[in-house]
């Protein structure tokens, strides 16, 4: 099992629809996550940032973690054509020396005018 | 503004000849990481920099080293690539090791084909 299970995709939605992306893992370890979000031909860039449980929003973004499933979601409502990229999540245990973010693979999402 | 630039953007070189991509940032963090990302892959930490303290993943090939002659500098050296090698090629910058409240900040990257 990899440490961090991201439906790759691809998902498609109109415009002005609620997205939800998710990401599992395995290590217990992880106690920061993070969004990417990463346009075609981009790198990537931060988007939402949690450390441990809980949620965090953010305009249009929330952000949602729950340790006890090791289960994280990003929510996007009234989602826009500008929003059609790929987000990747990323994890880091608390503490850890220098580096490793812990990617997923990405999920692209395409929003429909 | 402050910010992480990769140069170049596109990168073609020769089977087996020798590449240097380089990074450069304003925003004076302390740590620089070399990703690899494939297509439709997740990125792939190669090697980071703690100031000038340098650290290897145990699985990146021989064939990829790195300098970081300064704060400011890093280079990603790739000595004989190989078709496999074609990838994206991200720099990361983050202010300590934890990336902690502002996570990492990416450059636009470097695409690397090899013929």
New interface residues.
């Given amino acids: 099992q990899k440490e961090?299970e991201?439906d790759?995709g691809p998902l498609s939605v109109p415009e002005g629809a609620i997205v939800s992306l998710n990401c599992t893992y395995s290590n217990s370890a992880f106690q920061?996550f993070?969004w990417?979000r990463q346009y075609s031909?981009?790198?990537?860039?931060?988007l939402m940032?949690t450390?441990s449980s809980g949620n965090k929003e953010d305009g249009r973004f929330t952000a949602q973690v729950d340790k006890s499933s090791k289960y994280i979601s990003l929510f996007i409502r009234d989602s826009q054509p500008s929003d059609s990229a790929t987000y990747?999540c990323?994890m880091?245990e608390?503490?850890?020396?220098?580096?490793?973010?812990?990617?997923?693979?990405?999920t692209k999402l395409s929003v429909k005018p | 503004d402050a910010m992480?630039i990769?140069n170049p953007r596109y990168q073609v070189t020769q089977f087996g000849k020798p590449v240097t991509l380089s990074c450069s940032q304003t925003l004076n963090h302390n740590?620089m990481?070399w990703y690899q990302q494939k297509s439709?892959?997740?990125?792939k930490?190669l090697f980071?920099y703690?100031d000038k303290?340098f650290?290897n993943?145990a699985d990146t090939p021989d064939n990829f080293q790195s300098r970081r002659p300064n704060t400011s500098f890093c280079f990603l050296d790739i000595r004989s690539p190989g078709l496999g090698d074609a990838a994206?090629y991200?720099c990361?910058t983050s202010r300590?090791?934890?990336?902690?409240?502002?996570?990492?900040?990416?450059?636009?990257?470097t695409?690397l084909t090899v013929v």
């Fill in positions: 961090v991201q790759p920061y993070m990417y031909r981009k790198g990537p860039e931060l940032y450390y990747l990323a880091k608390h503490g850890g020396s220098q580096g490793n973010l812990i990617f997923g693979k990405g | 992480v990769q740590v990481y439709s892959q997740a990125p930490l980071h703690y303290d650290n993943e994206m991200l990361a300590d090791g934890t990336g902690q409240g502002y996570g990492y900040t990416f450059g636009s990257g695409r």
